[in-house]
């Protein structure tokens, strides 16, 4: 599975930090020491990030009523527990998409990583979408084109050396289905909890 290719050895609260960081700014790509601040605020979406939650609802609605969204067909796997940042807030459970992590590519119809929070019943509830691209692997398809963008909305950029100490990777959350007052491309959302967060079994190894 692509998803083993990723870890390079790193410890697992490590490597959840490094698949689910990042924010989106406008003109160029993030530097990447500029994920762990609190936003100034909440942004006016233009036409074409509102085009954006648009796609990405319509691309996750079938999501929204399920308790593993594994179970629509797709194959998400939960991979990193419930990610919480403290003051920041939270960014939930993460379910991944091994099948497309490599590709190399990006698409607003078909997320990398669905975003849940866990809810008091034991349930989940869809918070949004998280897009990921290595950069090595997105300038093999897209040589000359600069960095990766979703309607206008540029990717923040994880640039190599890096505090996790793997290769560059591009990364974009979509807070889709959760207000999110600090802004709807924002890495922590201060309306997700990971407090109901309570697993009955170990996470999947990660090789």
């Given at each position: 599975?692509?998803?083993?290719?990723?870890?390079?050895?790193?410890?697992?609260?490590?490597?959840?930090?490094?698949?689910?960081?990042?924010?989106?700014?406008?003109?160029?790509?993030?530097?990447?020491?500029?994920?762990?601040?609190?936003?100034?605020?909440?942004?006016?979406?233009?036409?074409?990030?509102?085009?954006?939650?648009?796609?990405?609802?319509?691309?996750?609605?079938?999501?929204?009523?399920?308790?593993?969204?594994?179970?629509?067909?797709?194959?998400?796997?939960?991979?990193?527990?419930?990610?919480?940042?403290?003051?920041?807030?939270?960014?939930?459970?993460?379910?991944?998409?091994?099948?497309?992590?490599?590709?190399?590519?990006?698409?607003?119809?078909?997320?990398?990583?669905?975003?849940?929070?866990?809810?008091?019943?034991?349930?989940?509830?869809?918070?949004?979408?998280?897009?990921?691209?290595?950069?090595a692997e997105w300038e093999v398809k897209h040589a000359g084109e600069g960095p990766p963008s979703l309607n206008?909305?540029?990717?923040?950029?994880?640039?190599?050396?890096?505090?996790?100490?793997?290769?560059p990777f591009y990364t974009l959350h979509v807070w889709a289905w959760k207000d999110n007052p600090n802004g709807?491309?924002?890495?922590?959302?201060?309306?997700?909890?990971?407090?109901?967060?309570?697993?009955?079994?170990?996470?999947?190894?990660?090789?």
């Amino acid at each position: 599975m692509h998803i083993r290719r990723l870890s390079r050895a790193m410890s697992y609260p490590v490597l959840a930090l490094l698949i689910v960081t990042g924010s989106a700014i406008q003109g160029r790509a993030q530097g990447h020491d500029g994920h762990g601040g609190k936003p100034s605020g909440p942004q006016q979406l233009t036409a074409q990030q509102n085009d954006l939650m648009k796609t990405v609802r319509d691309a996750t609605v079938r999501f929204r009523n399920v308790k593993d969204p594994g179970e629509v067909g797709d194959p998400f796997a939960l991979l990193f527990g419930c990610v919480s940042g403290g003051d920041f807030g939270a960014m939930g459970l993460h379910f991944v998409r091994g099948d497309i992590l490599h590709d190399g590519d990006l698409n607003a119809n078909e997320p990398e990583i669905l975003l849940f929070e866990p809810t008091r019943n034991g349930g989940i509830s869809l918070t949004g979408a998280d897009f990921i691209v290595f950069k090595a692997e997105w300038e093999v398809k897209h040589a000359g084109e600069g960095p990766p963008s979703l309607n206008g909305q540029l990717f923040h950029l994880f640039d190599s050396p890096n505090r996790f100490g793997l290769d560059p990777f591009y990364t974009l959350h979509v807070w889709a289905w959760k207000d999110n007052p600090n802004g709807t491309f924002t890495n922590w959302n201060p309306n997700v909890s990971c407090d109901a967060f309570n697993p009955t079994t170990e996470p999947p190894a990660i090789r």
